[in-house]
C-alpha cells in the first residue's frame, strides 16, 4: 500500500529557509515531490502538516498543499485499481503529469509566477524580485506570458533597464530575472527555453556616470541646511558616508551607538563582511550633528530606524521607504548648488572611490576600504595597509 507525508526538509537552502516536500512510500521505495514553497521551521506546523499563520498567505499556500494531497490520493487510487507495479516515482509521476497538463491553463503568466516565487523569500531577496516585478510591467505590461521569454525578450529587457542603471544594479536585475527563471523551470511552472544561454551578465557596460567631481563634493558640502532644516538628516548622511569610506545607505540606517568608539566598526549588508572605518574630525564632526537631531530612545545611531522595525521584512521595507525620501533630498541640494550629476544613494560610495583613486591612492587599499569581495590583488598585499595608513590616506585627500 502506499503513502505519503508532507513534510519540512531536514536540511535548509543558502537563505535559510526549509523547502516544503512530499515524501511517498510504496514497499521499500520512496520518492519525493517538491513544492515551490519555502519557509522558516517556526512557521510550520509539524502536527497538522501545514503553515502556522505567522507565516504570510498561509491560508492560500495551506489550500495549495492540500490540493496536492488530493492530487496524490487520486494517483495512488488510480494506480492501485489498474492492479500493475508501480513504485512511489510512479506516483510522483502520475501527479507531475497531471499537473503539466493543467499547466497552460493555471500559469500562463509570467508576472504571476514571480508573484508567487516571492510570497517565499525574505524580505531582501523579496524586495530585490518585486522591484524586478516592477520593472518587467514597465518594460511589457502586466501580462508576460511565459512562452514569450526568449533571447531576444532578454536581450530586449536588458537594453531597457541599462537605459537608467548602472552596470552594477543591472548585473543585479539581469541575475535576478535569471535566478526566478530558473526556479521556475526547476519546479516545472515553464519549459526551460534557455534565453540566457547566449547572453552574458558578465559582458554588461553602460556609459553611465555614477561618481561626481571633488569639485562637485564642495558644492555639496556649501549647502546651507540651515534654511532648509528638512534637509538636514540626508545632507548628514551622505556627507558621513563619503567621508567613511562609502558605507552605503542600509549600512548607514542600522548603525548603532555601539558599533563606534575610536573606529567604526559594522558588518556589511551585502556581504556580511567585516569592516573596519577610521574615524577622524569630519566624520567626527559630522556624527555629534547626527546626535543633535531629536529622535526616538533607541540604540540606532541615524533616525531612519526604531525599535518597532523588528523583522528583516520591517527593516528592509522602511529602509526602502527612506531610501526614497533621501535620494529626493540630495537631488534637490545638487540642483539648488549647481550639480548636474544624478545624485543617488549610491554616488557617496562610488565618489569616495573615485576621489582617492584620482589622488594616487593605491587600488588595492581602495577596494580594500570598500570591502569588496572578488579583489584582483592577493590578500597579503591587501594587509601591508594598516588602519593608521588608510587614516592618513582619507584625512589627507577627502
Known sequence: ??????????????????????????????AELSTPFRIQKNQWDNNNTLLKSNYQDYRSINETLNQISTQLAIAINKLE?????????????????????????????????????????????????????????QYRGDNIPASSINYEFIKGYS?????????GGLGVRMRDLRARYNEAVKLELIDDQEPFKHYSIKSIKTKRQIAITKNDIDKFISFDYTNNTKYKLSYLTFLFSYYSAGINF???????????MDELVYKRSKTGKLMTIPLYQKNKEILKKIYSIPKENNDYIFPY?????????????RIKKTRTKYNKDIKFIAENVGITANLTSYVARHSFATTLYQSGTPVSVIKELLGH?????????????????????????L
Open 373 to 397: 569581495e572578488n579583489v584582483a590583488i592577493t590578500e597579503v598585499y591587501l594587509k601591508q595597509f594598516d588602519t593608521d595608513s588608510i587614516k592618513h590616506l582619507t584625512e589627507q585627500y
Open 250 to 260: 542600509t549600512d548607514v540606517c542600522k548603525l548603532k551607538k555601539g558599533q563606534i
Open 1 to 30: 500500500m502506499a503513502t505519503y507525508k508532507r513534510i519540512l526538509k531536514n536540511k535548509p537552502n543558502k537563505n535559510g529557509l526549509y523547502p516544503i516536500i512530499f515524501r511517498i512510500y510504496k514497499d521499500d521505495n520512496t
Open 305 to 317: 530606524l526604531t525599535n518597532f522595525h523588528e523583522t528583516d521584512r520591517q527593516i528592509a521595507d
Open 81 to 137: 485499481s489498474e492492479e500493475n507495479f508501480f513504485t512511489a516515482k510512479d506516483i510522483v509521476d502520475r501527479v507531475r503529469k497531471g499537473f503539466s497538463n493543467t499547466k497552460s491553463k493555471k500559469i500562463t503568466n509570467f508576472i504571476e509566477i514571480l508573484t508567487e516565487l516571492k510570497k517565499n523569500k525574505k524580505a531582501g531577496s523579496a524586495n530585490i524580485i518585486r522591484d524586478t516585478i516592477n520593472k518587467l510591467k
Open 159 to 167: 537594453d531597457f533597464i541599462a537605459s537608467s542603471h548602472s552596470s
